[in-house]
């Protein structure tokens, strides 16, 4: 089967993990409380490499506000013809397709999330729900 002429083809170039950090229990913790997950997506386009970055953060929080868990990763995707996608907006601006980000933040979150559960395993959090997420809830300048 043949990918259509303006298909976008990428692969994954490589994740690294910047921070990890898991607080120390508090006494009171209990195994089932409710976790709080904050999410924040960063993009990166790096031309020369024809390559994009996305940069997750997932910060987990008890429902008082104190920070649990403290997670920053970064995937690298390599972008067949990458600067033909780019576009820019009004505002001067570099645009990339709304499928393309989606795809990449999905993939991001994804591994991110498998990063969180090995690292938990063995932990106070080790049976933390961690939450499935659509990356098509992103908006640019939005908060999840």
């Known amino acids: 089967m043949t990918a259509p002429e303006n298909a976008l ?3 994954i170039g490589g994740m690294d993990l910047i921070s990890c950090n898991l607080a ?3 006494p009171d ?3 089932d409380q409710k976790l709080n997950f904050n999410l924040q997506m960063k993009h990166q386009i790096l031309e020369k490499d024809s390559a994009l970055a996305v940069i997750c953060t997932i910060r987990t929080t008890d429902d008082a506000g104190t920070e649990l868990a403290h997670f920053t990763g ?3 995707f390599a972008v067949d013809q990458l600067n033909q996608h780019l576009k820019k907006n009004d505002d001067g601006q570099i645009g990339l397709p709304k499928d393309l980000i989606n795809n990449l933040n999905g993939v991001t ?3 991110l999330r498998g990063v969180m559960w090995a690292t938990f395993k063995g932990t ?4 933390a ?3 499935i997420v659509n990356p098509e809830g992103f908006n640019a ?3 999840a």
């Open 9 to 11: 083809n990428y692969r």
């Open 24 to 26: 120390e229990p508090k």
């Open 29 to 31: 913790f209990a195994p």
């Open 74 to 76: 970064r995937m690298t």
């Open 109 to 111: 979150i994804s591994t």
């Open 124 to 127: 106070y959090l080790h049976r």
């Open 129 to 131: 729900l961690l939450p």
């Open 141 to 143: 300048g939005q908060h």
